[in-house]
């Protein structure tokens, strides 16, 4: 099992730049979450896919985030333009059955550390 | 108030000694609890979940639940320094969509001391 996979793994960008993070899932699962994680406010939820559908995007910071997942073993988060204050580590994680059993277990990805400078 | 509160540490304890992590949470509908472990510069992993008031084992670590107070705990027996990293409370409940969000704390950092 190859895992859920993050790309690009560190990012540095300048402020107002494009940033796109890409995330594999683990085949099979059918939920899709992006988090945020800083130091000040710890993992945040940002937006939950189930079944390639967006079901909670209420932790989407702004509008200068978005996400996308096109099929089940892809998905992208966006943010444009960039700015400072988004640098955080970016986890994209994924589950077998969603959320709505109890018991579900949630996998991360390894993140991606971007920093926009 | 915080949805899911954890004192960020750092908790330091000796090698061997048993270590003690404490979360609370606000909502009363929450229905699963879970514990993960996040090394410095790694993605957190899951330990220990937890669904009914009580304890649970698995081998060094016990999950303890207790709805009433609204309170989850980690007991971690004979401390290695491996065991040394951030610990993070995630708790479930159902949000007006009908399904169940997941909330973290912010961790607790421990370190064992060898």
């Known amino acids: 099992d190859a895992g859920v996979i993050q790309s690009p793994r560190h990012e540095v960008t300048e402020m107002g730049q494009e940033v796109t993070l890409r995330c594999k899932p683990i085949s099979g699962h059918n939920s899709l979450f992006w988090y945020r994680q800083t130091m000040m406010r710890g993992l945040e939820l940002l937006i939950y896919f189930n079944n390639n559908v967006p079901i909670d995007d209420s932790g989407m910071p702004e509008d200068r985030f978005s996400a996308k997942m096109p099929n089940a073993s892809f998905s992208t988060l966006k943010i444009q333009p960039s700015e400072p204050r988004d640098s955080a580590v970016y986890f994209c994680a994924s589950s077998v059955r969603g959320l709505i059993y109890s018991g579900n277990t949630i996998y991360f990805g390894e993140g991606s550390w971007l920093t926009v400078v | 108030q915080k949805e899911v509160e954890q004192n960020s540490g750092p908790l330091s304890v000796p090698e061997g000694a048993i270590a003690s992590l404490n979360c609370t949470y606000s909502d009363r509908g929450s229905q699963s609890f879970f514990w993960y472990r996040q090394y410095s510069g790694k993605s957190p992993e899951l330990i220990m979940s937890?669904?009914?008031?009580g304890d649970k084992e698995d081998g060094r670590f016990t999950a303890q639940l207790n709805k009433a107070s609204q309170y989850v705990s980690l007991l971690i027996r004979d401390s290695q320094p491996s065991d040394s990293a951030t610990y993070l409370c995630?708790?479930?409940?159902?949000?007006?969509?009908?399904?169940?969000?997941?909330?973290f704390g912010t961790g607790t950092k421990l370190q064992v001391i060898p």
């Open positions: 995630a708790v479930t409940r159902m949000n007006s969509g009908g399904y169940q969000k997941v909330t």
């Open positions: 937890i669904y009914s008031n």
